[in-house]
């Protein structure tokens, strides 16, 4: 049982014996004491107050004696206004370390057949282009949001829709019919995504010299982009397409084939996977059926041009477009359609977007809609709203070629990790296989690390260089400390240092604070989960490393004398590893054994 636990019991027990009011231990929270304060943790007495009829500080003070006469674990107290400060008994927190230790899978729950079933939808690319840096944080934040969903205790399925029709794809298939000459990935010796890339801004290029021209001639703007031939080809060639044409079809077909083959390199080297994958192609009919069906229920309505709507006014919004006139569908309706497709392939209890916040709106209306047609999880559906990533130069576009790809960005951190790496002498002694992993373990986890440390709610302006620093807030700090954690135990492993008891130890200050954060681990796993926030597990391991390298540096380990010393200390450096590893890996960042 965790210290919390205990704490929590003794004060529900205190109360019922005090003031005959029964309350669940699970209510009760302990926190951690504030530094300005003595004490281990703080208990607020204020829910009790009414019951016993005294001054806050009255009740904190009888609870506060009761604790100390009856539970071991309590050594001191003091009351500051309706806040119970807790010193808890030095050698008490041995038994927090032990037990710690004797847990395996520490701060994970356990995932059951009858726990509850979470979907989280990350990624969502169109077929027209490479994943960027954007895609990096949606599919990062995606991604470790499922791990530590997991960790809580959900069953977790994976999903991604992919955007694999509509004018932007026939852009790409047109610039290639044009201009291609039949070139491949394989005869271009380029991935596939990047391929398709190109030819998505080739299209845009010759497309605004098309507008250029045209108003050259007296066009407005707006007109010469309505008479503009080539944007009047693509728009044909997605008519074909919706036709079902077979040269299209398969000139489609095989491009967005090259396209998926560059994407699952990107996802494997960025360590992110899915358990299914739906196509936008596969879902927009879907939807319309489900549309039509709420139309017939007279949950929607048809305007005079045919198109159907939802009058959302009761809810505060608008009147929502969900069929065009010509019966074509939105995008509104394709999550609609996506939507009745995975509540068909698994039983739902919470549906997760993981969507910037530029799609607030959207999925506002889509909660509402989904509720309608009769989805139990539409009403409670989770936008995991997060902020933009921008580079100090600015924001990125697409069309013009100045997006930063999600690829080139990889290498170009891999590499930086390899120069600075070298620079401070953190690969001497390495082979080269040892060193090309550690580089790329190094490259990618400052890139995560930086991404996720931020609330996902704020935009967030990326900088490599400030995110590959072996000191301050960054993933390599951290990698290194627990390298350097692994080499102690090694060094003692290879010395013939055994464990032994060390319950009668009275641990020091800087021991105690280690092991009260290790503690902490399992409620911080806990809260990252209730607030969809992998930036609490990725500051909660930041301050848990700072914490060690501060008993590193105070306690000797290796050439502590006394067996029973070096037992609480080696026991200490191997859990807060182990701590720092699980919290890493809830984020999808490996740490190196050896730095």
């Not at 895609?135 to 530590?148: D, K």
């Not at 095989?254 to 994407?263: K, S």
């Not at 009147?319 to 939105?330: A, I, P, Q």
């Not at 009260?516 to 930036?535: E, H, I, K, N, R």
Request: charged fraction near 25%; glycine fraction near 8%; aromatic fraction near 10%.
């Amino acid at each position: 049982m965790s210290i919390d636990s205990i704490i929590a019991e003794a004060v529900a027990k205190a109360v019922n014996e005090l003031y005959g009011v029964e309350t669940p231990a699970d209510k009760i929270v302990p926190q951690a004491t504030r530094k300005e304060f003595e004490g281990n943790l703080t208990v607020m007495v204020f829910p009790w107050v009414k019951a016993a009829r005294k001054a806050p500080e009255a009740v904190g003070e009888e609870i506060g004696r009761w604790l100390v006469d009856n539970e071991p674990a309590v050594e001191k107290y003091n009351v500051v206004k309706g806040f119970l400060n807790l010193t808890i008994s030095p050698r008490f927190w041995n038994a927090v370390l032990s037990h710690i230790a004797e847990t395996p899978d520490y701060g994970i729950k356990a995932v059951t057949p009858e726990s509850p079933l979470v979907m989280v939808e990350y990624s969502s690319p169109n077929t027209n282009k490479p994943l960027h840096l954007g895609h990096v944080r949606n599919n990062l934040l995606g991604f470790s949001l499922s791990e530590i969903l997991k960790a809580c205790g959900n069953r977790v399925v994976k999903t991604n829709i992919v955007n694999d029709r509509g004018i932007h794809i026939c852009k790409s298939m047109l610039a290639w019919q044009k201009w291609g000459e039949g070139i491949t990935p394989e005869k271009a010796g380029k991935k596939g995504d990047h391929l398709i890339g190109d030819f998505y801004v080739l299209f845009d290029k010759h497309f605004k010299q098309e507008v250029a021209d045209l108003m050259a001639q007296g066009m407005s703007e707006d007109e010469a982009k309505a008479a503009s031939p080539l944007m009047k080809e693509a728009r044909e060639m997605l008519v074909k397409w919706e036709n079902k044409d077979p040269e299209i079809r398969q000139l489609w077909s095989t491009m967005n084939e090259w396209v998926y083959t560059g994407f699952d390199e990107t996802y494997k080297r960025m360590g992110v996977d899915f358990d299914k994958i739906y196509y936008e192609s596969e879902t927009y009919l879907e939807g319309k059926d489900k549309v039509l069906e709420g139309l017939a229920a007279g949950k929607m309505y048809r305007k005079e041009d045919g198109s159907v709507w939802a009058d959302l006014t009761g809810e505060g919004l608008d009147h929502k477009l969900l069929l065009r006139s010509d019966g074509t569908s939105v995008y509104m309706t394709q999550d609609i359609g996506t939507a009745k497709l995975r509540f068909q392939d698994y039983p739902i209890d919470k549906m997760i977007y993981v969507v910037g916040n530029e799609q607030n709106y959207h999925f506002q209306v889509l909660s509402i809609l989904l509720d309608r047609l009769g989805f139990k999880w539409g009403k409670d559906l989770v936008h995991f709203s997060y902020g933009m990533v921008e580079l100090p130069e600015g924001k990125m576009k697409s069309r013009e070629g100045t997006v930063v790809d999600a690829d080139d960005l990889m290498d170009d951190m891999v590499a930086t990790a390899r120069t600075v790496s070298a620079e401070l002498g953190k690969l001497d002694g390495l082979t080269s296989e040892e060193n090309d992993a550690i580089c790329e373990m190094v490259g990618l986890g400052a890139l995560k690390y930086f991404l996720l440390k931020v609330d996902p709610r704020k935009n967030i302006t990326f900088n490599p260089k400030e995110s590959i620093d072996f000191n301050g807030n960054t993933g390599p700090f951290i990698q290194y400390t627990y390298a350097r954690i692994r080499s102690v135990l090694r060094k003692a492993q290879a010395e013939g240092m055994t464990i032994t008891d060390y319950s009668e130890v009275t641990p020091g200050e800087r021991e105690i604070t280690l092991i009260q954060a290790l503690a902490d681990f399992p409620s911080t796993v806990a809260a990252a989960g209730q607030s969809y926030s992998p930036a609490l597990i990725a500051n909660y391991v930041y301050d848990l490393v700072k914490l060690y390298n501060q008993f590193y540096h105070d306690c000797s380990i290796l050439k502590e004398s006394d067996q029973a010393v070096r037992s609480l200390r080696l026991t200490l450096s191997e859990q807060t590893a182990r701590v720092i590893a699980t919290g890493m890996r809830l984020l999808g960042i490996k740490v190196p054994e050896r730095m």
